[in-house]
Structures are given as structure tokens and as C-alpha cells.
């Protein structure tokens, strides 16, 4: 059984540190202001242990999510030594719960500001020297990656490269590397045609159940085309025996739908990303080298593909 150890994510106020041993993780939050855009765009970031410059992992949640959304990933990835930055996108976030705003959610434009988020939020990341009790002169922005759940997918896969019959969507350059949680196929057009720009590495996760309520016409099945049009070279697809939708978001104790989530899954999602951001964002070849082996060590009921 695949094993790793978790260090609880504390939901602290800003610039808190949380004072621990060596793989401790330094949590800072803050709301950054977008002043072209009249935005301001909550973070979470998560420093790990140490003070030597390392590569930055950004976090999308999915629609009515919020900073707490893919905690579990966030944390782990943190304490294998990458800064983590949880992105909360008004408009598409918690705010809209319970307010009828669904549909608007989920138009063009929201995708659209979701992206222009990220774009802002690595323009900050190199503005700015610190953040409360989290140095950011510690971030290496030449090593790169992005990752999200669900909407927060979606837009991964915009800024990996995604092409959309939408105006002002733009991939980002600075992302070297990104993975998608719950990955969606695309609305309009051939999968190629979307995904076939998508030239850096990508990894694709999801699970047999995996379906929402929100999407009725995606099914499970559909959340492994974008890996199938993808480019070869450096893709990958894990899907999950039994993983429902929820299951991705990575929160512990989260009300709501159920989620099928049990230790194998949340063990196995944690190694196999890790091993990803390992391979390619600091370019560690034995990591790599136990990626394309990842397979052989999962059970009948899950399944690796890379190409």
C-alpha cells in the first residue's frame, strides 16, 4: 500500500506561522488587488520548510469552492517542498451558493476572469518580496505548475493551452507543467482541435464515478478525452476505481454530496502527483522513472496510462 504523511492544514488568519519540525508547512493568507481589473483575488499560500528558492504549484478550485478547495493535495505538495497557492475566483466561488447565480457561474466570462486570476497572481507572486510570515522571493517562477479541480480544471486546461471559441482566453507561458482533476472535454468543436495545442506535461485524474450534477451531459468516460488528444510526450491519465466527483475536491469533513473517498484514494493521488511535480518541475529522473512504473503498483480496479 502506497504511504504518506500528512501535516493537518490549519485554516489560520493571515501571516500565522505554524511553528513545527522540519517539514513544517508556513500558511499565509491574503486578498490581492487587481487593480485593472477592479478584483481583488483571495490566496492561500503554503510555504515549505526552508529557505532556499523553489518551484510554485498553483491551485484552482472548483465552481463554489473557495480557498479551501484541493486542501489535502495542497498540503502534501507543500510538505514535498513546493510553495502552494490556492486561488479563490469571485464570481465563480462560495458567494454564489444558495444565490441562484449557477448559470452565471458558469459563462465564458467567469472562465475568462479565472485565467486573467492566474495570470495575475504569477505577476504578484514576482512583485512581490513577502506575504505576512511567507518570503516569496523564495518562488521559482521558471519552474512552474497548475492544477485544479472540476471549473478549476477548465481552467487548468486553459492555461495549459486549451484553445476555446472564446475571445481573451490566453495560455500562460510561465506553466511548465499542470494537472487537472476531473478534467472536462470541450463544449463546442473536435477534441483535437481543443487539446491538440497542449504541448507541456499533463497529468489527468479522475475515477470511475466520476460525474456531476451540474454537467449531466459529461460523463466519466468523457473526463479521459482530453488526455487522449492530447500530444504524446509527458501525459498521463489516472483513473480511480469507484472516485466519485467529489472525491477530488480534497477536503477533509466536506459537507455536501458524498464523496467516495477512502485512504487508497487520497494515497494514491498524493504519490502520483508528487512523483509528477518531482519529474517536472525539478527535473528528478529517478521520480520520472518511477511515474511511468506507477502502474504496476495499483490495484485491478484503478488504471495508469502515460504516453
Not at 37 to 59: Q, S
Request: hydrophobic fraction near 45%.
Amino acid at each position: 500500500m502506497i504511504r504518506t504523511m500528512f501535516l493537518a492544514a490549519a485554516l489560520l488568519a493571515p501571516a500565522v506561522v505554524h511553528a513545527a519540525p522540519a517539514d513544517a508547512v508556513t500558511t499565509c493568507d491574503a486578498a490581492w488587488r487587481d487593480a485593472a481589473r477592479d478584483r481583488d483575488v483571495p490566496v492561500r499560500i503554503r510555504m515549505p520548510a526552508g529557505t532556499g528558492k523553489v518551484p510554485v504549484i498553483l491551485f484552482s478550485h472548483g465552481l463554489g469552492g473557495s480557498l479551501d478547495g484541493g486542501t489535502n493535495w495542497a498540503v502534501a505538495w507543500a510538505k514535498a517542498g513546493f510553495i502552494v497557492v490556492n486561488l479563490q475566483h469571485p464570481g465563480s466561488d462560495r458567494s454564489i451558493l444558495g444565490q441562484g447565480r449557477i448559470g452565471a457561474a458558469m459563462a465564458p466570462a467567469q472562465l475568462v476572469a479565472r485565467v486573467d486570476d492566474v495570470h495575475f497572481v504569477l505577476d504578484e507572486l514576482g512583485r512581490r518580496p513577502r506575504e505576512g510570515a511567507c518570503d516569496l522571493r523564495r518562488a521559482d517562477l521558471a519552474h512552474v505548475g497548475m492544477s485544479g479541480h472540476s471549473f478549476g480544471a477548465h481552467t487548468t486546461q486553459a492555461i495549459a493551452g486549451q484553445r476555446f471559441p472564446v475571445a481573451g482566453i490566453a495560455a500562460d507561458p510561465r506553466v511548465k507543467a499542470a494537472i487537472a482533476f476531473s478534467p472536462s472535454p470541450p463544449m463546442r468543436g473536435s477534441d483535437s482541435a481543443a487539446f491538440g495545442g497542449i504541448a507541456i506535461p499533463f497529468f489527468s485524474i479522475t475515477g470511475t464515478e466520476d460525474a456531476a450534477q451540474i454537467t449531466p451531459s459529461i460523463t466519466p468516460k468523457d473526463r479521459e478525452r482530453p488526455f487522449r488528444a492530447m500530444p504524446p510526450d509527458g501525459k498521463y491519465l489516472l483513473v480511480l476505481g469507484g472516485a466519485n466527483h467529489m472525491v477530488f475536491n480534497a477536503q477533509d469533513g466536506l459537507r455536501g454530496p458524498a464523496s467516495t473517498a477512502t485512504p487508497h484514494i487520497r494515497d494514491t493521488v498524493i504519490a502520483a502527483t508528487t512523483l509528477f511535480w518531482r519529474a517536472t518541475l525539478l527535473g528528478d529522473a529517478a521520480a520520472l522513472s518511477e511515474l511511468a512504473r506507477f502502474g504496476a503498483t495499483l490495484p485491478s480496479g484503478d488504471r495508469f496510462e502515460h504516453r
